[in-house]
């Protein structure tokens, strides 16, 4: 894109984290590749990114739900003569109905939205990152990651856990190549999610406020901390003292924890 300046590709880039970090980067002075859906909020994010930081912003459709979808987002990347530097995998969703009922296929989109297109997507990038010598990879996954698996949103935690491990493993892979990885594992955060999955009135009701944070301070802090190449972010005291607590406790009361989350929000 712009001579001189590194392109990021982010994945879920049309509200939420995805469009926050779109503009953390964009002011840091990043050109991006803007992938989701929906052309619409795309195309609006791309033409504000241009006009507040001058970056450049192209934006490529997608469902990563397609097990096409990965290598297809890549080619049409290639095809346009763009480089990505640097990959960030936010696209996400959840189903908070209870394993036995939601759609099979609905949870079959979540796993290849949240884990397996990030799993592609990387060993799709890395390579050229490794070859370059510089490359940023922000995994975003989720407080839930860090704690037992809740019922009602039954896989949404194990995908994210998976996703953190993932994010540790190449960590390890990646040191001494210039590539950074880094995993974000942000709480509540105020963004459309909890809108698209139904449970904004439970969820607002069922946590304080100083629980929340807005999603421009979650992008900061995780942008910071894949420059700083550190392998896992937690933002928030009281999300890493939560956490700690899922890591330490017996699983009985760990479970009775996150049970009594579940029930608060009428999922159990």
Not at 70 to 77: F, G, N, Q, T
Not at 83 to 99: E, K, P, Q, Y
Not at 100 to 113: E, F, G, K, N, Y
Not at 241 to 254: K, R
């Amino acid at each position: 894109m712009g001579e001189g300046r590194r392109t990021i590709l982010i994945t879920g880039a049309s509200a939420g984290i995805g469009a926050a970090l779109a503009r953390e980067c964009a002011a840091r002075g990043y050109d991006l590749i803007l992938t989701a859906r929906r052309e619409g909020p795309l195309q609006a994010l791309a033409d504000e990114l241009q006009a507040r930081y001058g970056a450049a912003a192209a934006v490529l459709l997608a469902d990563l739900a397609d097990p096409e979808a990965p290598a297809r987002l890549v080619a049409d990347i290639a095809a346009r003569g763009l480089t990505v530097d640097g990959l960030i995998n936010n696209a996400g969703f959840s189903r908070t109905t209870g394993f036995l009922s939601t759609d099979p296929a609905a949870h079959a989109a979540m796993i290849r939205v949240m884990l397996t297109a990030p799993v592609e997507l990387s060993r799709l990038l890395l390579p050229g990152m490794v070859e370059r010598g510089w490359g940023r990879v922000l995994n975003v996954a989720s407080l839930a990651g860090q704690m037992p698996a809740t019922g009602g949103d039954t896989l949404y935690g194990p995908i994210k856990s998976f996703l953190i491990k993932a994010s540790q493993g190449l960590w390890l892979e990646m040191r001494g190549t210039g590539v950074h990885v880094t995993a974000l594992c942000p709480g509540y955060t105020y963004t459309e999610f909890h809108d698209v999955n139904g449970s904004r009135e439970q969820v607002s009701a069922a946590y304080p406020r100083w629980m929340w944070m807005d999603a421009d301070r979650v992008a900061r802090i995780g942008w910071d901390a894949v420059e700083a190449n550190r392998p896992r972010v937690t933002p928030g005291f009281a999300n890493n003292v939560l956490a700690a607590l899922g890591g330490l406790l017996p699983d009985t009361l760990a479970l009775k924890m996150v049970g009594g989350h579940a029930k608060r929000l009428d999922r159990l």
